[in-house]
């Protein structure tokens, strides 16, 4: 059974930090990209950064660059996003989700090309 389970969020205050953490289970990190997407109060889910599962190729949104930081620990079947230097609008439950790799594009266009979700975790920026 593919899996995937996130865990890190937490209430933080503005300027703060997290990582978050995507365990994969049920399937092989190597042959999918693994994605974070974020879905804040009242607005569609956004991409906001992939790693391919086999490499080191990423991708990371405009509103987060230079702020996040995605990588992978193949040897502990996990994919971490560090989010530094955090805003309120960073607010929203930050999801997991996996796309094979003969569907997906390192841009986050189209979440239907993920088939695998995790739960979610909530990341709350506030003072």
């Known amino acids: 059974q593919k899996q995937l389970v996130e865990s890190g969020g937490g209430l933080v205050q503005p300027g703060g930090s997290l990582r978050l953490s995507c365990v994969v289970s049920g399937f092989l990190m190597e042959h999918y990209v693994i994605g974070w997407w974020r879905q804040a109060p009242g607005k569609e889910r956004e991409g906001v950064s992939c790693?391919?599962?086999?490499?080191?190729?990423?991708y990371i949104s405009n509103s987060v660059r230079g702020r996040f930081t995605i990588s992978k620990d193949n040897a502990k079947n996990t994919v971490y996003l560090q989010m530094n230097s955090l805003e309120p609008r960073d607010t929203g439950v930050y999801y997991c989700a996996a796309a094979s790799l003969l569907v997906a594009k390192m841009t986050m266009e189209d979440e239907n090309e993920y088939s695998v979700w995790g739960r979610g975790t909530q990341v709350t920026v506030s003072s």
């Open positions: 790693i391919l599962g086999s490499a080191g190729s990423t």
